[in-house]
């Protein structure tokens, strides 16, 4: 909760101090009732508003919403199973990898006042995913391979969904 706090706080003060010194160096002149609408897509992502892989937002959702349909498609529990005892392909070990520096993201967007690091690493995971999800079969693996590849993919899900509600932004479970 603390995480989400600092995040919000350094995102609406950097958005902020971003308009008042474009402003600022346009000449325009600051109301005393100065307000702007402030917009997640345009504050983090540049305000792409296609729904399309063009989008980051879009991306990054779709890709939320694809690793929950791929969740559904298995009944099954995992069972305990743990990474440090399997082999990794080298897909499957960089998006491991990068998921577990999701805490450094958010050290670094807070300390540093980048919410920004936020955004990327939300975009690098999705990008990671779609290539693991491209190169590492899942449905036609043989039962060991797939329940590494699903709890690898129950990881990456939850580090997307919890960077997404750090931005304020919505894991929708379907598109």
């Given at each position: 909760?603390?995480?989400?706090?600092l995040i919000?706080?350094?995102?609406?003060?950097?958005?902020?101090?971003s308009q008042?010194?474009?402003?600022?160096?346009?000449g325009?002149?600051?109301?005393p009732?100065?307000?702007h609408?402030i917009?997640?897509n345009t504050?983090f992502f540049?305000?792409?508003?296609e729904?399309?892989n063009?989008?980051?937002?879009?991306?990054?959702?779709y890709?939320?919403?694809?690793?929950?349909?791929?969740a559904?498609q298995?009944e099954?529990?995992?069972?305990?199973?743990s990474?440090?005892d399997?082999q990794?392909?080298?897909y499957e070990?960089?998006l491991v990898?990068?998921?577990?520096r999701?805490?450094?993201?958010?050290?670094t967007?807070?300390?540093?006042?980048?919410?920004?690091?936020l955004?990327?690493?939300a975009?690098?995971?999705?990008r990671?995913?779609?290539?693991f999800?491209?190169h590492?079969?899942?449905?036609?693996?043989?039962?060991?391979i797939?329940r590494?590849?699903r709890l690898?993919?129950?990881?990456c899900?939850h580090?997307?969904?919890?960077?997404?509600?750090?931005?304020?932004l919505?894991?929708p479970?379907?598109?």
């Amino acid at each position: 909760m603390v995480y989400r706090f600092l995040i919000l706080f350094i995102f609406i003060g950097s958005v902020l101090f971003s308009q008042v010194n474009t402003e600022r160096l346009r000449g325009e002149k600051l109301s005393p009732g100065f307000h702007h609408d402030i917009s997640l897509n345009t504050a983090f992502f540049g305000g792409n508003t296609e729904y399309s892989n063009e989008n980051p937002v879009y991306y990054v959702q779709y890709a939320h919403a694809r690793l929950c349909r791929l969740a559904q498609q298995f009944e099954s529990p995992l069972g305990d199973i743990s990474l440090k005892d399997l082999q990794l392909d080298s897909y499957e070990r960089k998006l491991v990898l990068h998921c577990a520096r999701l805490k450094d993201s958010v050290l670094t967007a807070s300390t540093q006042f980048a919410p920004y690091q936020l955004a990327q690493y939300a975009t690098n995971c999705a990008r990671l995913f779609h290539s693991f999800y491209e190169h590492c079969p899942l449905l036609k693996a043989d039962e060991a391979i797939q329940r590494k590849r699903r709890l690898i993919l129950g990881i990456c899900k939850h580090r997307l969904a919890t960077v997404l509600d750090l931005m304020g932004l919505t894991a929708p479970l379907k598109m």
